[in-house]
């Protein structure tokens, strides 16, 4: 059963990042994914436009101006502060180490034709979202964009943003598949405004299929290059969407993209959302989760709870971190990163483990 919450974003953008995006010409966005009063919304820190390739909605696409599907990958810069109003007492000892209610394990897609695994649990993770560049000694599990190469040797997790509408992909969609961006009762495309992202219409079954045929090329992907896992990003876009759609729809689409993984041999990631209750996890078809400051705001349990040690940990404050491995250091996969998750050399970047 989902917790409630009732928290608030304080945006803290910084001048130099404001100047930016409006010289960009671009909305401005916020390293904080958005307003999630029941799962806690997180970070989905990626680089700024001067450490990753460009992708502006006028770029020729790959294959044809009809029928190329965009990038997933995120070009976002801004960062955000949070507080809560209520939130669980913070864990003094470390927890229990009971099994999930059904812990996650290799298996077959519904074909036979691939198997797939979550990575390993208590490993040593990097989380190289933005900037890739070469794993630390230790680092054997690492998560990078969808557009990076996999590091070698390692379980490397794919990102995408499987929910919503890159910024600079608008265009795109609105000329291939305008029927699939949320539109308001009049007509108005819905954009999660910390990000300018639309978000995507799954709101029924033919939608949510011919959504899957689209972010399956990303998917498939990601399985050409040799990734292992799949991490996809705005599960909770559905808190955005004046009600517009649904948890169940979301998991509805989430199981669909699972299964297509599966086919290719990704495991599946839950990215956040904390209070997805285990049953619903299953039914998503998710196999580990990505959970950013879970000890920062006390919900690594939920996770640990349906996944047991299949957990990849990312904090963003020395505080979350320190939480984090005392409480988990023992059973999970645990990172220090700079909200940006930029690179050696940039002048921000941050890479702890425990």
């Known amino acids: ?23 960009a010409g671009v909305g ?31 770029a020729t696409p790959a294959r044809t101006a009809t029928t190329a599907v965009p990038s997933p990958s995120a070009t976002r810069t801004a960062t955000a502060t949070r507080t809560a109003t209520a939130t669980r007492p ?10 999930p209610a059904t812990s996650p394990s290799a298996g077959p897609s519904p074909s036979g034709s691939a198997t797939w695994a979550p990575p390993p649990g208590n490993a040593g993770f990097d989380y190289q979202i933005g900037k890739p560049y070469a794993p630390p000694a230790g680092v054997t599990v690492v998560s990078r964009d969808h557009d990076a190469a996999p590091a070698a040797g390692l379980y490397n997790v794919c990102y995408v943003n499987g929910f919503q509408a890159q910024a600079e992909a608008l265009s795109w969609w609105q000329a291939n598949h305008p029927d699939l961006l949320l ?17 995507l219409d799954y709101s029924t079954a033919t939608k949510r299929t011919a959504l899957t045929s689209v972010v399956g090329e990303w998917i498939d992907q ?28 979301a998991v509805a689409y989430a199981a669909s993209l699972s299964a297509h993984a599966h086919g290719k041999g990704l495991a599946v990631a839950q990215k956040n959302a904390a209070e997805l209750s285990t049953a619903d996890a299953r039914q998503a078809g998710f196999d580990f ?15 640990t709870a349906t996944y047991g040690d299949h957990v990849l940990v990312v904090e963003y404050s020395e505080a979350g971190f320190a939480k984090a491995c005392a409480a988990w250091a023992s059973r999970l996969s645990i990172v220090l990163r700079d909200v940006d998750v930029t690179g050696p050399g940039s002048g921000s970047y941050v890479f702890k483990s425990c």
């Open 1 to 23: 059963m989902a917790l409630p919450r009732n928290r608030k974003r304080i945006l803290t953008v910084t001048a130099v990042a404001v100047a930016a995006v409006v010289a």
């Open 28 to 58: 401005i966005g916020t390293a904080d994914a958005g307003i999630r009063p029941w799962s806690g919304g997180k970070h989905r820190p990626s680089p700024s436009a001067s450490q990753a390739p460009v992708r502006t909605p006028s």
């Open 90 to 99: 913070a864990a003094t000892t470390a927890p229990a180490t009971s099994a």
């Open 183 to 199: 539109r308001d009762k009049n007509g108005k495309v819905v954009i999660d405004k910390d990000w300018n992202e639309a978000l």
């Open 222 to 249: 990601c399985a050409t290059k040799g990734f292992r896992g799949l991490e996809i990003d705005n599960l909770d876009s559905y808190t955005r969407s004046n009600k517009l759609l649904t948890e169940s729809q």
């Open 289 to 303: 989760a990505v959970a950013e400051e879970c000890a920062d705001w006390d919900e690594c349990d939920n996770y």
